[in-house]
């Protein structure tokens, strides 16, 4: 357990409306990443930070934003969000090589 | 861009079987492999890490094998149970410190019967 949490767990929303997920972390770690997972694609990184105000795009950040201004957060923005952003989104950080991953939101977008 | 592809995408064994599972990637110059296992809605737990320069990792009754230069990677279950029954997920990276991030397989879903 790396002291992950997510927030909120579950979430239906509208397309159109904004949505932020929220990441909590408690070791202090850097790096931190934010993925979803879709049945038949697996599991995709959105984005990633390396340090505070530090982040890249990962492999699927078209809709996405993210912002890190603490160590210990790290937040998913949707900005208007769409019937095909609806998947389980998870948080991960990274101690040493290793990463260790949030228990997951699931989101859907009506 | 670097693919990983896991075969079989299911798996049934009876219990007490050895079984292997199989991950394959296009980009040799990987970083690291790791294995991961989840749990039906839950999030990913790691399993063994593999450096480049490593040829296997050994936990318990779980022993991973890299070969860089054929791109291949196995998991080697013994004795297996039915708390064995998840999804196992492979993951490679092509790269350490800031640019440190996982390309994932879509997973073999094993299922150990009593």
């Known amino acids: 357990d790396a002291g992950i949490t997510q927030s909120p767990r579950h979430k239906v929303t509208e397309t159109g409306t904004p949505v932020t997920l929220r990441c909590h972390q408690t070791e202090n770690h850097r790096y931190m990443y934010w993925y979803r997972q879709d049945p038949g694609h697996g599991l995709r990184l959105i984005h990633y930070s390396y340090g505070v105000k530090d982040t890249d795009k990962g492999e699927v950040s078209d809709g996405y934003s993210v912002s890190r201004s603490k160590t210990e957060d790290f937040l998913l923005t949707l900005e208007s969000a769409t019937s095909s952003q609806t998947s389980v989104y998870f948080c991960?950080?990274?101690?040493?090589?290793?990463?260790?991953f949030g228990p997951g939101t699931r989101l859907l977008v009506l | 861009k670097q693919e990983v592809t896991q075969i079989p995408a299911a798996l049934s064994v009876p219990e007490g079987e050895n079984l292997v599972l199989n991950c394959s990637f296009t980009?040799?110059?990987?970083?690291?492999l790791q294995w991961f296992r989840q749990d039906p809605g839950k999030g990913l737990t790691s399993l063994l890490l593999?450096?480049?320069?490593?040829r296997e990792q050994t936990s318990g009754r779980l022993n991973a094998s890299l070969d860089k230069s054929s791109g291949r990677s196995t998991l080697y279950i013994a004795a297996s149970q039915p708390g064995d029954s998840a999804t196992y997920l492979c993951a490679v990276s092509n790269s350490g410190g800031s640019n440190y991030k996982l390309t994932f397989g879509k997973g073999t879903l094993l299922t150990v019967n009593p």
């Open positions: 991960a950080i990274s101690r040493g090589e290793t990463q260790y």
């Open positions: 593999i450096q480049s320069s490593q």
């Open positions: 980009d040799s110059a990987i970083y690291n």
